[in-house]
């Protein structure tokens, strides 16, 4: 039978280039965004938050861009490495609740 | 570096049996909170728990689920009479405050025949 589940987007780059994953969130109140990463058959990994004060935030080769007149949040990698291969999703925080999309699919070709 | 552990990663139930599914948080956190994700599909939030009590539910936690904080460090999700569509994985996660970094286990894969 047909299986059923999410296409996610994909992105494919080459190593060493840069990467940006794009993330629209659905609630102008959420005032708090992570990024995950989720490698095959793992939880997800904390890589970098944001406040919604806030319009940017580094960290080690990756950055947030907060744009929250689009409700855009984006997710830079820099020189990016094979091991950056995996599921990349972000999460918006309400309340208590934390919402996640549906994430991206980053292939690193070496 | 502490992290989140649980236990066991893979169970495997028959439909109508009781399971309980069980993580250690990091020591000093207070929120804890429990997550599924279907083969395929993006993680759902089930439950926040804070202080012995739940804080927040989402419509997946019916009836058939529970929480518990039996003692001091482990926090357990029991499903009572699981269905074919529990299969997924379960991650448990938990944060210092309720509006910080959730740090996620390895999560449990539960496969209900």
């Known amino acids: 039978g047909e299986s059923v589940g999410l296409h996610l987007p994909t992105l494919s780059v080459q190593e060493g280039d840069n990467s940006i994953i794009n993330c629209a969130y659905s609630?102008?109140?959420?005032?708090?965004f992570i990024w995950y990463k989720q490698e095959s058959g793992k939880g997800p990994q904390f890589i970098i938050d944001i406040r919604s004060n806030m319009d940017k935030r580094q960290g080690q080769r990756v950055t947030v861009l907060l744009n929250k007149t689009v409700k855009h949040l984006s997710l830079q990698i820099a020189a990016t490495q094979p091991g950056d291969s995996a599921v990349y999703f972000c999460a918006e925080n309400t309340g208590n609740q934390f919402y996640f999309g549906t994430g991206t699919s980053l292939t690193v070709i070496p | 570096e502490p992290e989140v552990t649980q236990t066991p990663s893979h169970q495997v139930t028959q439909m109508g049996q009781e399971v309980i599914l069980r993580c250690v948080p990091i020591s000093n956190h207070l929120y804890f909170y429990w997550y599924r994700q279907i083969l395929g599909q993006k993680v759902e939030f089930l439950v926040s728990f804070y202080n012995n009590e739940i804080s927040e539910k989402s419509e997946i936690f019916d009836d058939q689920f529970s929480v518990e904080r039996p003692d001091g460090s482990n926090f357990t999700l029991k499903i009572r009479s699981t269905k074919l569509e529990d299969s997924a994985m379960y991650f448990c996660?938990?944060?210092?405050?309720?509006?910080?970094?959730?740090?996620f286990g390895p999560g449990t894969r539960l496969t209900v025949l």
């Open positions: 996660a938990s944060s210092a405050t309720g509006e910080d970094t959730q740090y």
């Open positions: 609630n102008s109140a959420s005032d708090y």
